[in-house]
């Protein structure tokens, strides 16, 4: 049978259910894999927030390291036990998300990380928040390579030669090579700075595969932090890739849990006719990925299987890593546990509402924001949904909570735009909507409406900004206003640069977004979420 046919029958199989009894000559490797943990160190709520000790000793709370490193031993020994060949490997963003990074950086993280053996990671977008130095740092912590093929590091004197494009492992004789890559706007979404080039994975992948094959490694495994929509093109375009182990757009991929956005694992099917499996866990340590591959003498893929594992209270927490958290949790804890204000209801703040439509934390924010600077004339706020990460469950609000939605430090920045420059910026913020890309944007003191079928730059169909009295009027694109956003967005972050690039006497240093939310949920509690039609779609 061809290999493409092989390969496509494939498609239908589901579950961790025994293999098929294989010749003797197959070679069989299990892929133990997790993304975009986001410093989420302690176990999370179903809002994927930090979770409370109570709830958590109640059994309501997912994941967490200690949980983690508990499913990830033993299922790495009872593979072993059966002469299973075993990878475990992290789809990259394993900085940012909680008050655990924005106090020890990417230090707690590497020592943790260590402690799990990993073979390999991908390089995140998030890994560059920070700049070059905080990646080249961790690098040189952690036990395990962090690759990145698809750039040119040598003009980065902090990262050249500490971050390989792959590395290959030995396992029962056979090698396998793992490839990095990474989003290729990640020039926007973080900061690399100006000696980190970003170029197409396509261009950069057949030759490296090629060097591979040319070794005599005949199976190859792309760990991508690119998205599974990049994922998906990606393995339409390049042939050699036996699977891509995913991260970057948070998708859950299962065949057995509710609200999976697809199969596990997703196929697809390269230029040669092979259908490439990907696969991708969620986030913040809520599941852990299990992808077993079966290849042939030929090194071809003839079987991929796996789902994911929820890793909740019937998981035991590793003790030593929950102890070490515990420990570096003490000193933030008087600042996590100061409540803040209160919340009538649950406030959405889901990454599938804020990056697609208006979301209750985004008007939430935007309201904020736009309320502390209403005294300097200031009457449209804009805030991108990626930059909000989790829900707040109902009931007392507490620092940690807030840190845990806005995570990044970001301050308030002003500045005059026309009204065209606003229009630009939306047609921006819904210019990937598709891909859920984080630059959605969440608004205040406007209303909009566009149509997500047409094509990017030419969605937007309404933009009206609110007048004193409540009611809207079409915006004058010729007008000035005065416009708040964070201080990220404002660099021209998310593909902002009209922000960037047209904003007229601009100050980028205002109070961290963070303080901003909680002073306003302290003055209006209990707060009540709503939606207002801020944000319409027009199709």
Known sequence: MPKALIKASLIGAVG???????????????????????????????????????????????????????????????????????????????????????????????????????????????????????????????????????????????????????????????????????????????????????????????????????????????????????????????????AIIGGHSHTLLSNTIEDAEGPYPTMVTSPDGTAVPIVQAFAYTKYLGELELVFDENGEVTEAVGDLMTLDASVDEDEAIATRIDEAGAPLEEIKKEVVGEAAQAIDGDRASCRAVECAMGVLVTDAMLDRVADQGVTIAIQNGGGLRASIDAGPITMGEVLTVLPFQNTLATFELTGAGIVAALENGVSQIEEGAGRFPQVAGLRYSFDPNDQPGQRIRS?????????FEPIDEAANFLVVTNNYMRAGGDGYAVFRDDAVNAYDFGPNLEEVVADYLGENQPYEPRLEDRVLVDE
């Open 463 to 471: 933009v009206e900004v609110e007048q004193d009295d409540g009611s």
């Open 16 to 242: 961790l259910s025994a293999l098929s009894t294989s010749a003797l000559a197959d070679f069989r490797l299990t892929i133990l894999h997790v993304n975009d943990t986001h410093a989420r160190f302690e176990p999370i709520n179903k809002y994927n927030s930090t979770c409370s000790d109570e709830d958590n000793a109640a059994g309501e709370c997912f994941g967490g390291l200690a949980r983690l490193e508990t499913a990830i031993e033993q299922r790495r020994e009872a593979l072993t036990a059966e002469g299973r060949n075993v990878l475990t490997l992290h789809a990259g963003d394993q900085f940012q998300g909680s008050l655990f990074y924005t106090t020890y950086k990417g230090e707690l993280s590497a020592e943790l990380m260590n402690q799990f053996g990993f073979d390999a990671m991908a390089v995140g977008n998030h890994e560059f928040d920070d700049g070059p130095e905080a990646l080249a740092a961790f690098v040189d912590q952690v036990a395990f390579p962090v690759l990145f093929a698809n750039t040119d590091l040598q003009n980065e004197p902090l990262l050249a030669g500490k971050v390989p494009a792959y590395v290959t492992k030995e396992l029962s004789g056979e090698t396998v090579g793992i490839i990095g890559v990474l989003a290729e706007d990640t020039n926007e979404t973080s900061s690399p700075g100006p000696n980190v080039p970003f170029i197409r994975a396509e261009d950069v992948l057949p030759g490296l595969i090629e060097t591979l094959s040319a070794d005599g490694i005949d199976k190859i495994i792309v760990l991508s932090h690119a998205g599974l929509g990049r994922d998906m093109e990606i393995a339409a375009a390049v042939d050699g890739i036996d």
